[in-house]
């Protein structure tokens, strides 16, 4: 089992920075890369952004590249994600998550970001 705790978001307006955090615990060794996804009222869930624990290579969709960064702390099993330049549709509920097997098997709580024009 892996544990994972999300904080950092909250209200900012548009063209602002936020920085989300996601303390893992657990069996946090088993887990190859961490992902962050979010979904928006009334729409699916997407994907955002990932990182692997060990050689730290990166990944982002598209709507985000440039504007967030993803980083992880391995000494403190946290992954972060910087977000700069929000934009009001970066509004939506924002979920770490942990990957084995090229599958997204833990998730966290989520945490609410919301951007105001």
């Known amino acids: 089992q892996v544990q994972l705790v999300e904080s950092g978001g909250g209200l900012v307006q548009a063209g602002g920075s936020l920085r989300l955090s996601c303390a893992a615990s657990g069996r946090t060794f088993s887990s190859d890369a961490m992902g962050w996804f979010r979904q928006a009222p009334g729409k699916e869930r997407e994907f955002v952004a990932a990182?692997?624990?060990?050689?730290?290579?990166?990944y982002y969709a598209d709507s985000v590249k440039g504007r967030f960064t993803i980083s992880r702390d391995n000494a403190k099993n946290t992954v972060y994600l910087q977000m700069n330049s929000l934009k009001p549709e970066d509004t939506a509920v924002y979920y770490c998550?942990?990957?084995?097997?090229?599958?997204?098997?833990?998730w966290g709580q989520g945490t609410q970001v919301t951007v105001s024009s």
């Open positions: 990182i692997t624990w060990s050689g730290g290579s990166t």
């Open positions: 998550a942990a990957r084995l097997e090229r599958e997204y098997l833990y």
